[in-house]
C-alpha cells in the first residue's frame, strides 16, 4: 500500500478541514489560524524564508554589527570612557576618531564602552521583564479564573504605576546606581504589556484540542505550558523578547538623559545627557551627540525591523509571495 | 435534458507550490445542461471544489495550464480574473465553502449587498423589489437587511447567502459543500431553497459540489463522481445510485452507512489504500492502487466516454 | 459502568456574569461494558459538553457521572490520572490534536511518561506494535513521522491506539468521523465495533443519525441539552416517538430514498400518535418542566428499554 507524501485535504474543498498544499509554514505567532495548525516542514521551511527575508537580513546585520562592537570594542580602546585623555572639544581626527569632550574624553572610546553598557542594560531589562512576563502571562492564561482575575490586577496595577515618580524617589535614595539597578528597575516596570499578550495567546492555545489530549494524558499543568503551549507560540515569544529588549535599551536611554540613570560608567545616553548639559549643541561639537544617538537609533529601528521580519517569517499569510 | 447550458472541455487548473503543480484537476470534460442541478461528489482531494472554482476563478493561486469553459455559447476567459469580473455574478455566481462567514461582520446585511450589486452596475433601489420577494421566498423577514450577520443563525446565514449569490438570475450557480456546516434539518431547509431556485427560474444550472453522495441523492438531476483529480463517472442519480459503473463509485456508495443498517447484521468495508499524491500522480488510472478489478490495461489511462446515453466513465472495465 | 446521573452544566454568560447559559439539563444514561451508546445531537444540544464533563475536561454544575459507582468529580491529581487509565477521548479534528511541531508518536511518549516510566524500551515497542496492530495501522509506516504526513484516518486510529495501551473501559468518541473521508469513515467505524467485542464501552457522541445507527446498541437523543428520547438503537430508529427524533429521521438524507419518501412512510408510522403525549400519559401529574426534585423523572418508559421525554418542544408549547 503505497504512502502518499502529503496525507492531507485538498487545497479548498473537504468538511472544514484546513487546505494543506499550500505555501508550507503556517501560522503559530500573534496572527494564528483559529482552526488547524500545521508547521508543514517548520523550523527548515522557516529558516528557508529567514534567510530570504530582506528586512531580517538587514536588522539583524545591524544588530550583530553593534553586538561586536559591545563585546569588541571597549577591549579594543586605549583608555576608559572617563579618562581624561586628550585636549578638549577637539574635532573627529585620526587620533580621536570620534573627537573628544569638553573636558578632554575620548568619544570613541565613551561610545565603545556606552555600547556594551546598552546592550547590558537591554538583556538584562528586557530579559527580567520577559521572564515575569512570561510567568504571569502563562499562569493567568492558563489557568483562568481567579488566578486569571488576580494576575490581571496585578497586571493593571505595575501599569498604571507612574513609573518615571517611583525612579525618582528611588535615585533619591539610591545616591550610587549602576547599570544593574537600572536594569533590574526596566525589568520590573515594563512586562505588563508582554503578560498581557502572552496571556491572550496562551487563552487561545489553552483550548486546542492537543492540550486536551495531554491533560487526558494525565500531564501536568506546569509541563503542558513549557512542553505543549509555549513551543507553539515560539515565535510569539521570541519576537515579545526582541521588542523588549528594544524597549529596554530605549527607556534606558531616555532615563539617562534626564539624569535618572546610572551614576557611574557611561551609556550612550548618558553621552547624550552630558553633551546637553555642557552645550554641546550650542557650541555646534556635533561628534559627542550624533554618534550615540545614531547608535540607539540604530540598534533599536534594527531591532524592530527584525521583529517586522520575523513577523513575515513566521506568519505565511504577510509574506509577499 | 434539453439545451447544453455548461460545456467544458479538457479543463486542467493546477495550484503553484514551493514544491511543485498540485494537479489538482487533471482534464475534466462534461457538460451541465439547461435547468439541471448536478451534484459534484467526491472525497477531499478528489478536485470538485477547484473545478468549482475555476469555473469564476476566484482563487489566485491556482494556475490554467489547459482547457476551455463555454456558457451559453460564450467561451468565459477563465484564466482572465480581470475579464472575468464582467461575468461573475452576473452569469455565474458560487456560492462559497463557508459562505456563513463570508459575509463583512461589520457591515449591515443590506448594506453589504447595497455595495454588492452597486459595484456590478446595478442601482440597489431597483433590485430591492426582487430581493426582498426573494428573502421571502426563504422565509427570511425582511429585517435581515437592517441586522448583522451575527445576529442570524447558521441556516438563516446560509440561505441569505443563497439569495444573494442568485440575485442577478446567473445562468450557472455553483454551490460549494453549502450544508456541510449545518444541522440535519437546515441541511434539507437549504438544499431544497436550492431546488426551488432552480424550479423558479433564478437559476439555469446549478452544481452542487458536496462529500455528501445522500444529500445530492436528494435533490440532483445527475451526479458527476471525480478521484484524484479525474473524472469518474457520471450518470443520472438514480442510475448512478443504484447500478454505478466505476469501481470507485461502487465501493464508496456501499460503504456509506444508511439508517436501518446495523454493523452487527451487514458488516461495510471501506475503501482499502489512500489516494494517490497529486504532485506526482501515477500513471494510467488513479484508482489502479486501491481497485479490485485493476488489470494490466489500467495502466493506461481510462477515457471518460459515454457508455448508455447520459452515462459517462473512465474505466475500462466499465465500457 | 459509567452512569450520569442528571448531569446539568450551566455557564456564566454575559457582561459580568450575570446571565445563565444552561448547556446541559437533567441529562441521565449509562453506558456498559461492550456496548457502544449514541449520543445524538445536533449543534447547540450539549453533546460534547457532556463528553468534556465525562473526561473531566470540564467541571459538572449539578449531578454525579460516576465510574463503577465512584463518583468522578472527587478525584483529585493522583486519582485523576488513574481515572483516564480507564477513560480516554479521541475528538473530532485528528489534526488538531496532535502537536503540530512535533512528530504524531509523541502523544505515545507522553502515555509511556506517565504511565508507564519503568517499562524497558523493548517492551514497550511491543505494546506499541500490538496497540497498533489492534487498530490495524502499520509500525513502519506511522512511527516517527509528523501528523502532517498522515492522513486523518490514520490519525485518529492512532488516537484510538494510545487510548488502548491504557486499557481503557470506556472510550469517549467525539464526532470523531466527521472529518475523515467517506472511504475511511468506515473502517473507523468497523473498528469501534471490533473493540467494543473486547469489552471496551464506547461512548459515540455524533450528529450523523445513520452512523449511530450503524454502531450502536443503544441510542440517546439530546436536544438543546435535554434527553429526549432514549432506547434500544433499533426501537429508537425503527419507531421514533418522540417529534424531535421524527424530524431528524425525516431530514437525514438517505441513499436510496428521497426525503418525500421518508416522509410519507413517518407519517404512517406516527399516526397513532398524533395529538398525544407519551410522557404526560405517564406522569399526568408532571408540569410544565418534569424533572424538579422529588418529582416524577424526565422520561417515562414507553415500552421496555425505549424511554422518551415530554413531546413539548418549546417553552410554553404543549405537547
Not at chain 1, 66 to 75: D, T
Amino acid at each position: 500500500m503505497t504512502q502518499p507524501d502529503q496525507a492531507g485535504p485538498d487545497p479548498g474543498s473537504a468538511v472544514g478541514v484546513v487546505p494543506e498544499e499550500r505555501v508550507a509554514v503556517t501560522p503559530v505567532g500573534p496572527a494564528a489560524a483559529p482552526a488547524t495548525v500545521r508547521q508543514v516542514r517548520g523550523s527548515r521551511e522557516a529558516l528557508y524564508f529567514a534567510l530570504r527575508n530582506k528586512k531580517l537580513l538587514a536588522g539583524l546585520t545591524v544588530v550583530l554589527l553593534f553586538l561586536v562592537v559591545a563585546v569588541v570594542g571597549p577591549l579594543l580602546a586605549d583608555h576608559g570612557p572617563n579618562d581624561y585623555v586628550g585636549p578638549p572639544a577637539q574635532r573627529p581626527s585620526s587620533q580621536y576618531w570620534f573627537g573628544t569632550t569638553t573636558f578632554g574624553q575620548d568619544v570613541l572610546a565613551q561610545f565603545l564602552y556606552g555600547v556594551r553598557a546598552t546592550f547590558l542594560v537591554g538583556i538584562l531589562g528586557g530579559g527580567l521583564a520577559a521572564l515575569i512576563g512570561m510567568l504571569v502571562g502563562f499562569t493567568a492564561g492558563y489557568r483562568g479564573g481567579v488566578v486569571d482575575e488576580a494576575l490581571n490586577m496585578f497586571t493593571n496595577i505595575v501599569l498604571v504605576i507612574p513609573t518615571l515618580a517611583v525612579l525618582l524617589i528611588i535615585a533619591a535614595y539610591l545616591r550610587v546606581r549602576g547599570v544593574l539597578v537600572e536594569a533590574l528597575f526596566i525589568g520590573f516596570t515594563s512586562w505588563p504589556w508582554a503578560a498581557r499578550a502572552i496571556r491572550a495567546q496562551t487563552f487561545s492555545l489553552r483550548s486546542r484540542e492537543f492540550v486536551d489530549l495531554a491533560r487526558l494524558s494525565g500531564v501536568g499543568a506546569r509541563k503542558i505550558i513549557f512542553k505543549e503551549i509555549a513551543p507553539n507560540m515560539s515565535s510569539y515569544l521570541v519576537m515579545t523578547f526582541i521588542l523588549l529588549f528594544g524597549g529596554a535599551i530605549l527607556i534606558a536611554a531616555t532615563l539617562d538623559f534626564i539624569g535618572l540613570g546610572p551614576t557611574e560608567g557611561t551609556s550612550l545616553g548618558l553621552m547624550m545627557n552630558n553633551a546637553k548639559l555642557w552645550g554641546a549643541l550650542q557650541l555646534g561639537m556635533w561628534w559627542w551627540f550624533i554618534p550615540p544617538g545614531l547608535g540607539i537609533t540604530s540598534i533599536v529601528g534594527s531591532l524592530y525591523i527584525m521583529n517586522v521580519g520575523l513577523d513575515e517569517v513566521f506568519n505565511p499569510r504577510l509574506r509577499a509571495m | 435534458m434539453s439545451r447544453v447550458s455548461l460545456r467544458v472541455a479538457n479543463l486542467r487548473v493546477h495550484y503553484r507550490t514551493l514544491r511543485g503543480d498540485v494537479k489538482a484537476l487533471d482534464g475534466a470534460t462534461f457538460t451541465v445542461g439547461d435547468g439541471e442541478i448536478m451534484g459534484l461528489a467526491g472525497e477531499s482531494g478528489s478536485g470538485k471544489s477547484t473545478l468549482g472554482k475555476s469555473l469564476i476563478r476566484l482563487d489566485g493561486r491556482m494556475r490554467h495550464v489547459e482547457g476551455s469553459v463555454e456558457l451559453d455559447g460564450k467561451e468565459l476567459p477563465i484564466w482572465d480574473s480581470a475579464r472575468m469580473n464582467t461575468f461573475r455574478f452576473r452569469e455565474v455566481s458560487i456560492i462559497p465553502q463557508y459562505a456563513m462567514s463570508a459575509m463583512n461582520p461589520t457591515r449591515r446585511i443590506g448594506r453589504m449587498v447595497a455595495e454588492l450589486v452597486e459595484s456590478r452596475g446595478v442601482g440597489f433601489g431597483t433590485v430591492r423589489p426582487e430581493l426582498e420577494r426573494r428573502l421571502d421566498l426563504v422565509q427570511l423577514s425582511r429585517d435581515v437587511l437592517d441586522s448583522y450577520p451575527i445576529e442570524l443563525s447558521g441556516g438563516m446565514k446560509q440561505r441569505m447567502v443563497m439569495v444573494i449569490s442568485t440575485l442577478m438570475n446567473p445562468s450557472l450557480l455553483v454551490a460549494d459543500e453549502i450544508t456541510s456546516a449545518l444541522d440535519v434539518s437546515t441541511q434539507k431547509a437549504v438544499a431544497e431553497t436550492l431546488v426551488s431556485f432552480r424550479d423558479r427560474g433564478y437559476v439555469k444550472s446549478t452544481i452542487v459540489i458536496t462529500h455528501d453522495v445522500s444529500l445530492v441523492y436528494q435533490i440532483a438531476d445527475t451526479i458527476m463522481v471525480m478521484y484524484a483529480g479525474k473524472l469518474a463517472e457520471k450518470a443520472p442519480t438514480d442510475v448512478l445510485v443504484a447500478a454505478p459503473r466505476h469501481p470507485y463509485t461502487n465501493l464508496l456508495i456501499s460503504s456509506l452507512p444508511e439508517v436501518g443498517v446495523r454493523f452487527s447484521e451487514k458488516r461495510l468495508t471501506g475503501i482499502p489504500g489512500s489516494r494517490p499524491s497529486r504532485l506526482q500522480p501515477p500513471v494510467g488510472c488513479r484508482f489502479r492502487d486501491r481497485c479490485p478489478l485493476a488489470f494490466e490495461k489500467c495502466v493506461e489511462e481510462p477515457p471518460f466516454v459515454e457508455v448508455e446515453r447520459d452515462h459517462f466513465v473512465a474505466c475500462w472495465k466499465a465500457y | 459502568m459509567l452512569e450520569l446521573g442528571r448531569i446539568s452544566k450551566v455557564y456564566k454568560v454575559g457582561a459580568f456574569g450575570g446571565k445563565d447559559l444552561t448547556a446541559v439539563r437533567d441529562v441521565s444514561f449509562d453506558v456498559q461494558a461492550g456496548e457502544v451508546v449514541s449520543l445524538i445531537g445536533e449543534s447547540g444540544s450539549g453533546k460534547s459538553t457532556i463528553g468534556k464533563m465525562i473526561l473531566r475536561l470540564s467541571p459538572v454544575t449539578n449531578g454525579v457521572i460516576t465510574l463503577d459507582g465512584v463518583d468522578i468529580s472527587t478525584f483529585k491529581r493522583k486519582q485523576l490520572k488513574d481515572y483516564y487509565r480507564n477513560v480516554q477521548g479521541v475528538f473530532q479534528d485528528p489534526f488538531s490534536c496532535y502537536n503540530p511541531i512535533f512528530k504524531a508518536d509523541r502523544v505515545i511518549g507522553m502515555i509511556k511518561d506517565e504511565y508507564f516510566p519503568e517499562v524497558s524500551g523493548p517492551e514497550w515497542s511491543g505494546k506499541v506494535d500490538a496497540s497498533l496492530e489492534a487498530v490495524r495501522l502499520d509500525p513502519s509506516q506511522v512511527l516517527n513521522k509528523y501528523p502532517h504526513q498522515l492522513s486523518g484516518g490514520q490519525l485518529q486510529r492512532l488516537l484510538i491506539a494510545r487510548a488502548l495501551l491504557l486499557d481503557i473501559k470506556l472510550l469517549v468518541a467525539d464526532e470523531i468521523i466527521s472529518m475523515l473521508d467517506a472511504s475511511t469513515r468506515i473502517d473507523v467505524l468497523n473498528l469501534l465495533g471490533d473493540l467494543k467485542a473486547r469489552g471496551l464501552g464506547v461512548l459515540f457522541i455524533t450528529h450523523d443519525l445513520s452512523l449511530g445507527n450503524y454502531i450502536s446498541e443503544k441510542t440517546v437523543i439530546l436536544r438543546r441539552g435535554r434527553v429526549v428520547e432514549m432506547g434500544v438503537t433499533d426501537r429508537v430508529f425503527g419507531s421514533p416517538l418522540h417529534p424531535y427524533t421524527k424530524s431528524l429521521l425525516a431530514s437525514v438524507p438517505q441513499l436510496h430514498k428521497k426525503w418525500e419518501q421518508v416522509e410519507v412512510e413517518l407519517a404512517a408510522q406516527g399516526a397513532g400518535l398524533s395529538g398525544r403525549c407519551v410522557y404526560h400519559e405517564r406522569y399526568p401529574s408532571a408540569g410544565k418542566a418534569p424533572g424538579g426534585d422529588g418529582g416524577p423523572p424526565t422520561l417515562a418508559e414507553a415500552e421496555d428499554g425505549h424511554f422518551v421525554a415530554c413531546f413539548r418542544l418549546d417553552g410554553d408549547g404543549t405537547c
